[in-house]
């Protein structure tokens, strides 16, 4: 398991480092694991984080140690955060894909599946697209902001694993969501390049947007 000091880093190095880790969530005795493919870095200093608002009661997991689980509501469902090195810093893990370990069974995929099932429509959503998003990874994972919010992780139920997995490749992007003249333009998400395909957004392929100045590849570790 992940220990703070871990995350006791500037954000987006720590939001580097995640990439490759493994999301490790025991949900009705079934353990459930993603692969993080994509996170973005918050800081209190820039106008996209929440922490530039202030300090509030729900806002209080971004001030405390670093390794402290933030979430919140977003689109209508859950988000996961960390907080990183210096009060209100923090990283927002956005995708990941599903994968196992020791801990995992054939009960995973069709438990993720159950939890995060299609928006319209029978059948079950596409593996790929399960955590394909901040709130379709919280769904896929049983991740709720009123269960873990403010809260520390837990190896019995909820932890980040380091398998020695990491990216060789890295695109540096703009993050999602980002109103125009709150720092959108600002290069803080990170997203394995291996699993661009199944981010929320592959910069790669987003109309308009230039290398150089939307987005920029970085070999990794350096």
Not at 123 to 146: D, F, H, M, N, Y
Not at 186 to 206: G, H, M, Q, V, W
């Amino acid at each position: 398991m992940l220990s703070g000091d871990f995350f006791n880093r500037e954000a987006a190095t720590t939001a580097k480092a995640l990439l490759g880790k493994f999301l490790c969530v025991r949900h009705d005795n079934v353990w459930l694991c993603a692969r993080i493919i994509e996170a973005e870095a918050y800081f209190q200093n820039e106008k996209g984080s929440h922490a530039s608002l202030g300090y509030t009661d729900k806002r209080k997991a971004l001030f405390m140690s670093p390794g402290t689980i933030y979430m919140y509501y977003a689109r209508g469902g859950d988000s996961l955060n960390v907080s990183c090195r210096g009060a209100g810093n923090a990283v927002l893990i956005k995708s990941g894909y599903p994968c196992t370990n020791k801990k995992t069974s054939d009960k995973m995929i069709p438990m993720m599946q159950k939890l995060n099932p299609p928006k319209y429509g029978n059948g079950v959503r596409p593996i790929e697209r399960l955590c394909a998003g901040q709130t379709l990874l919280c769904r896929s994972l049983g991740l709720k902001v009123k269960k873990w919010d403010q809260q520390q992780f837990d190896p019995d139920r909820f932890y980040i694993e380091d398998i020695g997995a990491s990216p060789t490749q890295i695109i540096q992007t703009t993050r999602l969501g980002i109103p125009e003249k709150r720092d959108d333009h600002l290069l803080y998400r990170f997203i394995d390049s291996e699993f661009a395909n199944f981010c929320t957004s592959n910069p790669l392929t987003r109309r308009n947007y230039v290398e150089g100045k939307h987005y920029r590849l970085i070999q990794y570790p350096k």
